[in-house]
């Protein structure tokens, strides 16, 4: 993948799901651009503000199918320590979808796989999922993000509050 460039960007996001938990992260990625693709790193903190506090390093991959990026498959590795925890997550999604529907706002959906290593109890759990949203281009420098997501889509019938979420993403590009 020849690189195009460098884009660096701060960002906050809060995952909320139905059930009462929460996760909030705030962080720093830099990553290298091509026209087919990137590769990028984030750093940050992470706290569900009830029982744990956490560092968080990403490592995030994406491949673009067609040169407008309508389509694509993307990889996060997540690893998180923290004060109560100690975790490795992978993320793959083999087809996501992008749609400009206009200048300054983008459809996605996300359809994934989710395995997640918990170092503190040796313990291996996956997933399906799927998360759809709208992010918003709200100045130069500055988006907003909102999504639904659908955790657990392996059993599918569970419906309930903790297989569901609201997501909120605020990102600074630099």
């Known amino acids: 993948m020849p690189v195009d460039g460098l884009k660096g960007n701060t960002s906050i996001s ?30 940050g903190i ?11 390093l990403d490592f ?3 491949y673009n199918y067609d040169k407008n ?9 997540r690893n998180t320590v923290g004060l109560k925890s100690s975790a490795t997550q992978i993320r793959y999604s083999p087809l996501s979808v992008n749609v400009p529907v206009s200048d300054n706002t983008i459809l996605y959906a996300n359809p994934h ?6 170092y503190k109890t040796d313990k291996w759990t996956n997933s399906a999922g799927i998360f759809v949203g709208a992010t918003q281009k709200v100045s ?15 059993d599918i019938k569970d419906n309930s509050d903790k297989n569901w979420g609201i997501n909120a993403i605020i990102t600074w590009t630099f």
């Open 14 to 43: 809060t995952y909320q799901n139905m059930d009462g938990t929460n996760l909030t992260i705030a962080g720093l990625e830099e990553k290298a651009v091509g026209n087919r693709g990137s590769a990028g790193v984030f750093l």
């Open 46 to 56: 992470g706290t569900d503000f009830s029982k744990d506090a956490m560092a968080v």
């Open 60 to 62: 995030k991959g994406s």
């Open 69 to 77: 990026g309508l389509f694509n498959q993307n990889l996060r590795v």
């Open 113 to 118: 796989y989710v395995g997640k290593f918990n």
């Open 140 to 154: 130069k420098n500055t988006s907003v993000s909102l999504e639904v997501q659908r955790y657990n889509l392996q």
